[in-house]
């Protein structure tokens, strides 16, 4: 079932906020919407092994612990030459959580915007330079994945596996359990508390750097690269012809994946 939340417009005349560049549009200089802020909020339960989703296209999306089994999403738009109430959040519950997109106006002429379940759903913004900036509480033992093309991604001790990606924005991740994330431009830094892996693991850039810190008896394959940065690791493996790191940790286990293009890897031995 989707539902879509109908929210009350408050308008702010002297907050001044600043102004958040659009996708794929043009940098507007004399916009129409300075100060105008929407606020919304969603609560409800998610069951211990599914996964709360939060879906966005410019803004950023903060996690963090709840206090019990209630999942609390709370949002703020805000635009500058665009109506931020032109741009709906819309809740989808499905069999394996809940799903929580930022939806734009339609284009003509262009598939219909559509809030779906991970990969899959579609999202074309053009021109529209509202933000949509989301917080979540997380409970213990649901997954928690953040999406958004322009925007940072903020998971702050999780007690949940972390999944998180953007286009342009840094991903900063802890959590006690595992985490992965990507990014095109920006940086990662991330801590995973959990040493016995039943996945292999990847955090990726090609603009930014990448620093992970695992714990000292983790058992996994590790396998580092990038091209322009250097490699620095806590632990002893061994470094392949081309700069790059391989090999195992413990007695093997599951694939670490850790890659740049223009930027430095870090690997750190946590506790």
Same mark, same amino acid.
Request: with cysteine.
């Given at each position: 079932?989707?539902?879509? @939340?109908?929210?009350?417009?408050?308008?702010?005349?002297?907050?001044?906020?600043?102004?958040?560049?659009?996708?794929?549009?043009?940098?507007?200089?004399?916009?129409?919407?300075?100060?105008?802020? *929407?606020?919304?909020?969603?609560?409800?339960?998610?069951?211990?092994?599914?996964?709360?989703?939060?879906?966005?296209?410019?803004?950023? *999306?903060?996690?963090?612990? $709840?206090?019990?089994?209630?999942?609390?999403?709370?949002?703020?738009?805000?635009?500058?030459?665009?109506?931020?109430?032109?741009?709906?959040?819309?809740?989808?519950?499905?069999?394996? /959580?809940?799903? @929580?997109?930022?939806?734009?106006?339609?284009?003509?002429?262009?598939?219909?915007?559509?809030?779906?379940?991970?990969?899959?759903?579609?999202?074309?913004?053009?021109?529209?330079?509202?933000?949509?900036?989301?917080?979540?509480?997380?409970?213990?033992?649901?997954?928690? *994945?953040?999406?958004?093309?322009?925007?940072?991604?903020?998971?702050?001790?999780?007690?949940?596996? $972390?999944?998180?990606?953007?286009?342009?924005?840094?991903?900063?991740?802890?959590?006690?359990?595992?985490?992965?994330?990507?990014?095109?431009? /920006?940086?990662?830094?991330?801590? *995973?508390? !959990?040493?016995?892996?039943?996945?292999?693991? $990847?955090?990726?850039?090609?603009?930014?750097?990448? $620093?992970?810190?695992?714990?000292?008896?983790?058992?996994?394959?590790?396998?580092?690269?990038?091209?322009?940065?250097?490699?620095?690791?806590?632990?002893? &493996?061994?470094?392949?012809?081309?700069?790059?790191?391989?090999?195992?940790?413990?007695?093997? /286990?599951?694939?670490?994946?850790?890659?740049?293009?223009?930027?430095? @890897?870090? &690997? !750190?031995?946590?506790?």
């Amino acid at each position: 079932m989707r539902t879509t @939340i109908a929210l009350p417009a408050t308008a702010l005349t002297a907050l001044g906020l600043a102004a958040c560049g659009d996708v794929t549009g043009p940098d507007f200089a004399e916009p129409r919407y300075t100060s105008v802020v *929407i606020e919304g909020q969603w609560h409800g339960d998610v069951l211990p092994g599914d996964h709360v989703e939060i879906k966005g296209i410019v803004g950023t *999306i903060e996690a963090a612990t $709840a206090p019990n089994q209630e999942v609390v999403v709370t949002w703020t738009k805000r635009g500058r030459q665009y109506d931020p109430a032109g741009v709906t959040v819309e809740v989808l519950r499905h069999a394996d /959580g809940i799903t @929580i997109c930022a939806v734009y106006p339609d284009l003509p002429g262009r598939p219909m915007n559509e809030c779906l379940p991970g990969e899959r759903g579609n999202m074309v913004v053009q021109g529209n330079d509202v933000a949509v900036d989301f917080t979540v509480t997380v409970p213990v033992g649901v997954d928690f *994945i953040g999406r958004t093309v322009s925007g940072n991604i903020y998971a702050d001790n999780l007690q949940s596996d $972390a999944f998180s990606s953007t286009v342009s924005g840094n991903v900063n991740i802890t959590t006690s359990e595992l985490a992965e994330a990507s990014t095109v431009s /920006g940086s990662i830094e991330a801590s *995973i508390g !959990r040493s016995d892996w039943n996945r292999g693991l $990847a955090f990726t850039t090609v603009s930014g750097s990448v $620093a992970v810190a695992i714990p000292e008896n983790t058992n996994a394959e590790v396998w580092a690269t990038t091209v322009t940065g250097n490699i620095f690791s806590d632990f002893s &493996l061994p470094v392949l012809q081309d700069g790059s790191i391989r090999g195992s940790l413990g007695g093997g /286990g599951a694939l670490l994946r850790l890659s740049a293009v223009a930027g430095s @890897i870090i &690997l !750190r031995s946590g506790s």
